[in-house]
C-alpha cells in the first residue's frame, strides 16, 4: 500500500482510525511512564511484569469465561502486581540479586501462562478463545471500546502522573532525601509501580506479553538523548510513543496478519537508533565531532610544546624557525604535524617564517606557558574547565 | 508409559540439565538476563541462516544463531558503553528489536514454512520425538535429542576444562586478569556456549522458557549450598527433577509441557527460599527469633558496661530504665535479664539495680569489639 | 535558641542507647550523643566505624534495633521540619535530567507537603541558596555537567533551602575541590553565627581543630564525644582508630607527651 493510500484510509476507514486512535494512545501512556522507569533502572521490571501478566489473562477468563478487554486487563494487573511483588520479595529476603529474581519472575510466569492458555485451548467445550493474540499483540482486534478503554484509564494515569510529579520525581532521583523530608516514600513508590504496571496491561491486547516492555523502554530511552529536562523528556517520550504505536498499527493493520507488537517496536527502536546518532549535545555524532575537535586541538598544543622547548634550547628570543620534519621527529613520527601547525597559525600561535620552517610568536609563548608550567593561570584554566561542561553525559567530571 | 513419553522426558531431562550447568555462572555472575536477551535474539540467527539454506535440519542454523547471541551481548554492551543509556535499559533495546525483526520476517516470508511463532514461544517438546534421526535407514531416535546430549556433553566438558578459570574470574575479574586470563575471553567464550545451549534447547522449550530452565534450578541451589561444585550438581539435579515432575503435570492436564516445566522450576525455587536450611525465609524467622534474646542480652550487657561507674550508672542501669531506654516491654526486659542472669553475666542488686559480673564485663568488651 | 522552662538550652538532638544492626551484626552499639544547639560537631571514626549509619538512624532512615533520638526537646518524628539533610554525593544519579536549580527546589518540597509546587516565592529562595554557596551562574545548568565540587554545593544549597536549624552533612568535604571547601566551610560558620547546629560526618582529621568546636569519636561505639580541646585528644584517637596511628601525628595538635610513641 503507498502512503497516498495509506493516509487515505486513515481517514475515511473507520476501522483504521480506530485502530490508530488506541495504539496510538497506548504508545503515549507507555511511553511517558516508561520515563520514570527507565531512570529509575527498571527497564527490565516492564519485561517482568508484561510477562508476569500472562497468567493473569488466562485466570480471568477461565474464571469468568470473559474475553472482555476490562476483565482480562484486571486480571493482567493483578498478575502483573503479583510478579513485582515477587521479585521484591525474593530481592529482600533472599541472597538472589534482582536480575535472576526478574528472570525466573517473568519465564517462570510465563510458563504458568502458557500452562493455562493451553488448558483453555484443549478443552472440549471452549470456543477458541483467542487468547494468543495476547502474546505478539493484533491492533486489528481492538474494537472502540477497547480504545476507549485505553483512552480513560491512560488519561486517568497521566492526570496522577500530573499530580504527583513532584513526589515521583523526588522519589526517582533522591529517595532518601524524600524520607528525610517526611514523605511516604513507600507508598509513592506503590502508586508509581501501579501506573507503571496498569500502562503496561493496557498495551497486552496491541503489542503483546513479549514485547510490551520495548514501548516502555524505548521512547524514554529515545526522549533522553533530546533533552536534560524531566518534563520535556517525559512529553517527548509520550509524542515518540504515540507516533510508533500510531505507525506500527497502521503499518500491522493494513500489511495483511502481521502481528503488531514487533512493528511498533521496530518503530520504536529506528527512533532510539536515530535519537542515539544525532540527537544535539547527547548524540553519537556529535560526541565524534567534539572528539575530533578536542584531538586536533591537543595534537596542536603537542606541536606548540615542542616548538616552545625548541624556543627554550636555542635561548632566543623564540622568533628562530625550525623545520616541520624536526617537529615531526620530536612526536614520534604522528601524522598531521602540519595539519597541527595550521591550526596554530590560524590561532596566531606560530607562523611560517619561511617554507616549511616554523616559529612560535610571542602569543604562542604566552599559550604554553599557562599550558604547561604548573601553577601559571591556574584560576583560569580551572574555571575554563568547570564552564565548558565538555564532561560527557553519566561520567564523572 | 509409552515410548514416545520415555523419549520425550528424556529429552526434557537432558535439556534443563544442559541449560542448568551455564546457568549457574550466568546467576553468579549476574548476567541472569543476558540469557533473556541472547534466547530471543537467536530467532533471527535461525531465521536468517533459514532464508539462506532452506533447510531448518541445516547445521549452519546452529552456527548463525549462537553467532547472533554472541552478536547480542556484543550489542548490548556495545550500547552501554555509550554511556547514552544504563545497561538494564540497553538489554531492554537491544533484543526486542532483534526478536521482532525475527517475528515479522516469519510472519511476512516463511508462514507457510514450519517455523511458526507460536513454536517460537511454546516449543514443541512434545513432537520433537517425530523428527528422527536416520542414518542408512537406521532410526538412532529424537534428532533434538542428540543435538541436545551434544550441547550437554559439550557443557560438562567446558565446565570441567575451563573450571578454574571461570570460577576465578566470577569472583574477581581484577585477579583473573593479574593471572593471565583475558577476562573478556572468557566473557564471550562463556556467552558463546550460552548461545549455543540456548539454540539447542529453543526447539524445545521456546524462547522464554529456556530463561526459567537456566536461572531457576541454579538460584534455587544457591540458597542450598554455599559450595559451587555442590552447586553446579545441584542445579542438574533440580533442574531434571523440574523436567520430569512437569512433564507429567502436563500430562495430567493435558497442558504446554514446556510452560509446565517452566512453572515446574518456579516451584522448586519457591520451595528452596521458603525452607532452604540455612538461607530460606521459614529457617530465617526461626533463627531471628531465637537471636532477638541473643541480640538483647548482648546489647544489655553492653548498655551497663557503658554505663558503669558513669555519673548516671545509677539511673541507667535500672530495671525499669531498659522498659524506657531500649523500648523493652516489661516481660520482654524480665525475660532477658533472667537470661543472662542465669549465664553468670550479671547481677542484681537491691533496689534493681543490675551489675555486671567480671564475666559479663569480659564478654560485653569481646562483643563490641568484633 | 530553644530552652527549656528552667532556662537551660535544650539540647540540639539527644541520643539515647542508639543501637542499629543490619540483619543480625550491629554497627553502632548503645550510642549515648548529645549534640549541643549552635555548634559545629563532627562525627571522626574509621571506615566502617557506622558514622553515615548514625546520621541515617537519626533521620529515621535505617531502622532502629533500641533507642531515641530527640530533637530540640521532641521526638524527631514531630521536630523534621527542623531537620536538613545533605547526604553523601555519591548517592544520586547525577546523570538525572534535571538541572541545578531543581535540584535545589526539592528542599522547600518538604515544606510544601503534597501536590502543590514550587512557586516564585521558593525559586527566589532557591536561587538565594546557590548565592550563597556561589553555584547562582550555574542554576540553569543540566546537573551532569558539575564537578564534584559543585555537585556538592548543590546539595548543600538543597539543605539551605530546607529552612531548618539543624544541618546533618554526610561528608560534605569528600573529595571537593579547595574553593568548594572554603565554600562550605564559609557556609557552616554562617549557619553558627545565625544560632544553627551543623553535624558533618567527617573524614579529614587535619581540618577537624580549624573546622569544628565539638566532635564526636565513633567506633561501633561511642568513643568520646564534647569539644574538639577535650575530647579530640590523641588517646581517644587510639580507641577509635586501634592502635596503629602514625598517621595522627600532629592531628591533634598537641604535641604527644614525651615527644610521641
Known sequence: MSDGGLFHALLFDYTLRTVALGAGALGAVA???????????????????????????????????????????????????????????????????????????????????????????????????????????????????????IVGV??????????????????????????????????IDVLLTTLLVVGIVLGLQTVGVVLMSALVVAPAAAARQWTDSLSVMVILAGVLGGIA?????????????????????????????????????????????????????????????????????????????????????????QAGTRRSLGVLAERGWAREVEPDRWAITPEGVERARTLFLPGAGEDGAGAQVEDRGVVAPGGEP | ?????????????????????????????????????????????IVLAFFWVQDLAHPLLVLAATATGVIT?????????????????????????????????????????????????????????????????MDLGPRSLWLMSAILVLNVAALAVFWKELKVSTFDAGLAAAMGFSPALIHYGFMGLV??????????????????????????????????????????????????????????????????????????????????????????????????????????????????????????????????????SPDFARRVVRRAERQGLLERQSGGRLRLTPLGREEARHRMVR | ????????????????????????????????????????????????????????????????????????????????????????????????????????????????GWIRRPGRRERREAMQALEKVGMEAFADRQISQLSGGQQQRVFLARALVQEARIHLMDEPFQGVDARTEKAIVEVLRELRARGDTVVCVHHALQTVREYFDEVALLNVRMIAAGPVDEAFTEPNLRLAYGGRVPFLQGVTGFEAPGGGP
Open chain 1, 31 to 149: 511511553g511517558a511512564l516508561g520515563c520514570f522507569a527507565v531512570l529509575r533502572r527498571q527497564s527490565l521490571l516492564g519485561d517482568a511484569i508484561s510477562h508476569a501478566a500472562l497468567p493473569g489473562i488466562g485466570l480471568a477468563f477461565l474464571l469468568t469465561g470473559s474475553r472482555a478487554t476490562p476483565v482480562l486487563v484486571l486480571g493482567a494487573a493483578l498478575a502483573g502486581w503479583i510478579g513485582t511483588l515477587f521479585v521484591l520479595g525474593i530481592v529482600k529476603h533472599s541472597r538472589i540479586p534482582e536480575d535472576s529474581a526478574l528472570g525466573i519472575i517473568l519465564s517462570v510466569f510465563f510458563g504458568i501462562g502458557l500452562v493455562i492458555l493451553t488448558f483453555v485451548q484443549r478443552r472440549p467445550t471452549a470456543a477458541q478463545a483467542g487468547l494468543e493474540t495476547f502474546l505478539f499483540g493484533q491492533a486489528a482486534t481492538l474494537m472502540v471500546r477497547d480504545v476507549l478503554l
Open chain 1, 154 to 187: 491512560g488519561a486517568v494515569a497521566l492526570l496522577l502522573l500530573a499530580l504527583f510529579w513532584k513526589e515521583f520525581k523526588l522519589l526517582t532521583f533522591d529517595r532518601e532525601f524524600g524520607v528525610a523530608l517526611g514523605f511516604p516514600m513507600v507508598r
Open chain 1, 245 to 333: 504505536g500510531v505507525t506500527g498499527a497502521l503499518v500491522s493493520a493494513t500489511g495483511g496478519g502481521v502481528p503488531t507488537g514487533p512493528t511498533i517496536v521496530l518503530v520504536a527502536s529506528a527512533v532510539v537508533v536515530v535519537s542515539l546518532l544525532v540527537a544535539p549535545g547527547r548524540g553519537l555524532v556529535s560526541e565524534l565531532v567534539r572528539r575530533f575537535r578536542v584531538r586536533r586541538r591537543v595534537r596542536a598544543d603537542v606541536v606548540l610544546s615542542d616548538l616552545y622547548a625548541l624556543a627554550a634550547q636555542h635561548g632566543e628570543s623564540g622568533e628562530h624557525a625550525h623545520p616541520v620534519a624536526v617537529l615531526r621527529a620530536m612526536h614520534r613520527g
Open chain 2, 1 to 45: 508409559m509409552s515410548a514416545l513419553d520415555v523419549e520425550i522426558q528424556l529429552l526434557a531431562v537432558v535439556v534443563a540439565v544442559a541449560c542448568a550447568l551455564p546457568g549457574v555462572f550466568l546467576v553468579l555472575r549476574r548476567l541472569a538476563l543476558m540469557s533473556d536477551a541472547i534466547s530471543h535474539s537467536i530467532l533471527l540467527g
Open chain 2, 73 to 137: 551481548v556484543a550489542l548490548v554492551e556495545a550500547l552501554h558503553r555509550t554511556r547514552r543509556v544504563k545497561e538494564d535499559a540497553a538489554i531492554a533495546l537491544v533484543f526486542p528489536a532483534l526478536f521482532s525483526v525475527a517475528v515479522l520476517l516469519i510472519a511476512r516470508y516463511a508462514g507457510s514454512v514450519h517455523l511458526d511463532v507460536d513454536a517460537v514461544l511454546l516449543g514443541e517438546i512434545a513432537f520433537s520425538p517425530f523428527r528422527r534421526l536416520e542414518v542408512a535407514g
Open chain 2, 195 to 328: 548461545s549455543v545451549t540456548a539454540v539447542g534447547a529453543f526447539d524445545a522449550v521456546g524462547s522464554i522458557l529456556v530463561v526459567a530452565l537456566m536461572i531457576a534450578p541454579p538460584a534455587a541451589a544457591w540458597l542450598l549450598t554455599d559450595r559451587l561444585p555442590v552447586m553446579v550438581v545441584l542445579s542438574g539435579a533440580l533442574a531434571a527433577f523440574s523436567a520430569v515432575a512437569g512433564f507429567w503435570a502436563a500430562r495430567a492436564i493435558d497442558a504446554s509441557i514446556a510452560g509446565s516445566m517452566a512453572a515446574m522450576a518456579g516451584v522448586v525455587f519457591l520451595a528452596a527460599i521458603l525452607f532452604a536450611p540455612h538461607r530460606g525465609v521459614v529457617a530465617g524467622i526461626r533463627r531471628r527469633a531465637r537471636q532477638r534474646l541473643d541480640f538483647a542480652r548482648t546489647m544489655l550487657m553492653v548498655h551497663l558496661l557503658n554505663h558503669e561507674g558513669g555519673a548516671r550508672a545509677r539511673v541507667e542501669n535500672q530495671m525499669g530504665h531498659l522498659q524506657e531506654h531500649l523500648q523493652w
Open chain 3, 1 to 112: 535558641m530553644i530552652r527549656r522552662e528552667s532556662g537551660a538550652p535544650v539540647p540540639a538532638i539527644e541520643v539515647n542507647d542508639l543501637t542499629v544492626a543490619y540483619g543480625e551484626q550491629p554497627v553502632l552499639w548503645d550510642i549515648d550523643l548529645t549534640i549541643r544547639q549552635g555548634v559545629l560537631t563532627a562525627i571522626v571514626g574509621p571506615n566502617g566505624a557506622g558514622k553515615t549509619t548514625l546520621i541515617k538512624a537519626i533521620l529515621e532512615l535505617v531502622p532502629r534495633a533500641a533507642g531515641r533520638v530527640e530533637v530540640l526537646g521532641r521526638p524527631y518524628r514531630d521536630a523534621r521540619g527542623e531537620v536538613a539533610y545533605v547526604p553523601q554525593r555519591g548517592s544520586v544519579d547525577w546523570d538525572f535530567p534535571t538541572s541545578v536549580l531543581d535540584v535545589v527546589l526539592m528542599g522547600t518540597y518538604g515544606r510544601l
